[in-house]
């Protein structure tokens, strides 16, 4: 197994309280996998990736359980080992390209110095492989884009170009968190596109975190579905997708426009928002939300039962009516 993750759980201390972003999660990654992490906004599947590479930012921090990648826990690593482990073991591309590359520095430059960093080549070296790879990137004029500066591509380059950086060094896992955020429909398909080929070249595993359900059963084998923290349904994606068993994951899907469905066929939003992770409800905490949710479901969180031939957290999933 290429990456374990075991009672994974990271809090924000504020001032107003300790925020629960991720807690008590665990899951595997094999070698070559597409897995998937899929959930609303604020659930927090982003942090779920930094965690993984041991950045979470400050006030947060991994407060317990383990994350261990091809033999090393990220969580308990010396700053030696966690460098061995960003990069060359795990790359990253980030939702806002915008964000996540520098503004004083070439597109080029950026490659470059993370293959001289990972890979050892010399600063020629480094720069000829940054303009094979914004060309493997599929971006035009390579050479003449390597010398550009992120305000000066487009909104579907730079997010070639951090996809770039982030397999520059040839990891064993990548992560994309929302890499088709923001893009038009033309070049969302692109990228993913992108990210399958690339996958299938450099034999890579693949963790995709989003909160669109297109995305997923397109790219994944397996799915995770995420809620104010914590699992609730995992399994094979296309099982998970057909018959939902969790009522958040049927929630998710009946908001989803389908093709075929009419022009007037009403989308079937989920009731209410995310609750603050800073007060969360008592027990289950989709429970407010849920068309089944009673007094039952206030005492603890469900535990990730097997249920049906996947994890499903809900103490009404016998209950459940598959859509």
Do not use: W
């Amino acid at each position: 197994m290429l990456l374990q993750v075991r009672d994974l759980a990271a809090y924000f201390f504020l001032d107003e309280g300790v925020l629960k972003a991720v807690d008590g999660l665990s899951f595997d990654v094999d070698a070559g996998e597409t897995v998937a992490l899929v959930g609303e906004s604020g659930c927090g599947k982003t942090i779920v990736a930094l965690s993984l590479l041991g950045v979470v930012p400050a006030p947060g921090r991994v407060v317990g359980g383990s994350v261990r990648f091809d033999g090393v826990d990220v969580v308990r690593a010396s700053p030696a080992e966690l460098r061995r482990v960003r990069g060359a073991g795990i790359g990253i591309v980030f939702q806002e390209p915008g964000a996540a590359l520098n503004p004083v520095h070439t597109v080029g430059r950026q490659i470059a110095d993370v293959v001289q960093l990972h890979r050892g080549l010399s600063r020629r070296e480094a720069d000829a492989e940054a303009v094979r790879l914004l060309g493997e990137m599929e971006i035009p004029e390579p050479e003449k884009r390597a010398k550009a500066y992120p305000h000066e591509l487009s909104g579907g380059m730079r997010q070639r170009a951090t996809i770039a950086i982030a397999v520059s060094a040839r990891p064993r896992l990548l992560i994309a968190d929302e890499p088709t955020t923001a893009l038009d429909v033309t070049i969302q398909r692109e990228i993913l596109e992108l990210l399958a080929h690339l996958q299938q070249d450099f034999g890579m595993s693949l963790l995709i975190i989003t909160h669109d359900i297109g995305v997923v059963e397109e790219m994944a084998r397996r799915v995770m579905v995420m809620y104010a923290g914590k699992l609730v349904e995992v399994g094979e994606a296309e099982r998970v997708f057909r018959e939902p068993k969790h009522p958040y994951t049927q929630g998710l899907l009946r908001s989803v426009p389908r093709l075929g469905s009419g022009r007037k066929a009403p989308l079937e939003g989920i009731p209410g928002v995310v609750p603050d992770l800073l007060a969360l409800p008592p027990g289950c905490s989709f429970h407010p939300r849920c068309p089944l949710g009673d007094a039952s479901c206030t005492f603890e969180f469900p535990p990730l039962e097997s249920v049906a031939g996947r994890l499903c957290a809900c103490y009404k999933v016998h209950d459940v009516v598959t859509i």
